[in-house]
């Protein structure tokens, strides 16, 4: 059976509006985006009748997620973005994952841009833009559902 692999080739990132997941815009010149995932904490719920220590889950806690851009800083969506970390704004961002060039899943969430600036400066790479998003709460708009 052939895999249903695939890489990170055409994905796209968005950043939308403040209050609701619309009016996307596409950011371009992105590198690498990395992972989007939260941590499940585990509770103690052992009691003194417990045979074994006993855990439930807890509250998941959203990961940051980091990006690269290749920087463009005349491009309107660097600009913002730029301008959304010194101001620490929260607003809805989007990734579309593809494969043969058709999308095959989408996400949606909240998030600031927590940390950010140019990153190292050579005559030897791509000047680049790496920043850090800060999820606030879960994913919405999952395309497969």
């Not at 059976?1 to 997941?21: I, Q, V």
């Not at 290749?70 to 301008?83: D, K, L, M, V």
């Not at 600036?117 to 999820?135: A, D, H, I, W, Y």
Request: no cysteine.
């Amino acid at each position: 059976m052939a895999t249903a692999a695939f890489t990170g080739k055409g994905a796209e990132l968005f950043y939308g509006d403040l209050d609701t997941a619309t009016n996307f815009v596409k950011v371009i010149q992105v590198a690498s985006i990395g992972a989007l995932n939260s941590e499940s904490p585990t509770i103690d719920a052992t009691d003194l009748d417990s045979v074994e220590d006993e855990f439930i889950g807890g509250n998941r806690t959203p990961q940051d997620t980091p990006v690269v851009l290749n920087w463009n800083p005349t491009h309107a969506s660097h600009i913002q973005i730029r301008n959304d970390g010194i101001a620490g704004t929260k607003r809805f961002w989007r990734v579309i994952w593809k494969k043969n060039g058709a999308p095959i899943e989408q996400v949606d969430f909240q998030a600031i841009v927590r940390a950010g600036g140019p990153g190292e400066t050579t005559n030897k790479s791509v000047q680049q833009f790496p920043f850090t998003l800060q999820r606030s709460g879960g994913f919405t708009g999952w395309l497969n559902n």
